[in-house]
């Protein structure tokens, strides 16, 4: 589980990171100079667009970064994302119950799971009880400008 003291070092690092545009060339699937420098990384991607997932497999296989942050998974379920049941794509899915969450195919994400052997998986999706709960204050009422 993420500390309470580390929450608010991560969101001022994603603010510090300075963001990479990838082409969707194929030039994409290399990272930049600057990516190779960078401490922090933001790959983004339309989630159910197989290329993507390949560019985003493409740099965290050249980067091997130490942590790969997924926003789709609870700390729970990463936690439960360890070295060796990565090595098995059925049982990741199925450990981490992906088509009862509602993403795309595994087989577009299951790629950056292997990409980086030996880095930490953290999950940056917040439960939904917990999101029903924090917006309940606000529930019913109307956005002003």
């Keep these: 589980m993420i500390?309470?003291?580390?929450?608010?070092?991560l969101f001022g690092v994603a603010f510090l990171a300075a963001p990479l545009v990838v082409a969707e060339g194929a030039e994409g699937l290399h990272p930049t100079a600057d990516a190779m420098q960078a401490d922090v990384i933001f790959l983004g991607e339309q989630h159910d667009n197989?290329?993507?997932?390949a560019v985003q497999a493409a740099w965290v296989d050249a980067l091997q970064p130490k942590a790969i942050v997924f926003e789709m998974l609870t700390e729970d379920?990463?936690?439960r994302s360890t070295p060796k049941l990565r090595g098995t794509q059925?049982?990741?899915e199925a450990t981490l119950g992906w088509e009862?969450?509602?993403?795309?195919?595994?087989?577009?994400?299951?790629?950056?799971?292997?990409?980086a052997p030996g880095a930490a998986i953290w999950g940056a999706a917040v439960p939904r009880d917990t999101v029903r709960r924090l917006m309940q204050p606000w529930r019913g009422q109307r956005r002003t400008r």
Aim: charged share 20%; proline share 12%.
């Design 90 to 92: 059925d049982d990741l």
């Design 50 to 53: 197989p290329r993507h997932h």
């Design 77 to 79: 379920q990463a936690a």
């Design 3 to 9: 500390k309470s003291v580390l929450k608010p070092l």
């Design 100 to 115: 009862d969450a509602g993403w795309p195919d595994f087989a577009m994400y299951y790629p950056i799971f292997t990409a």
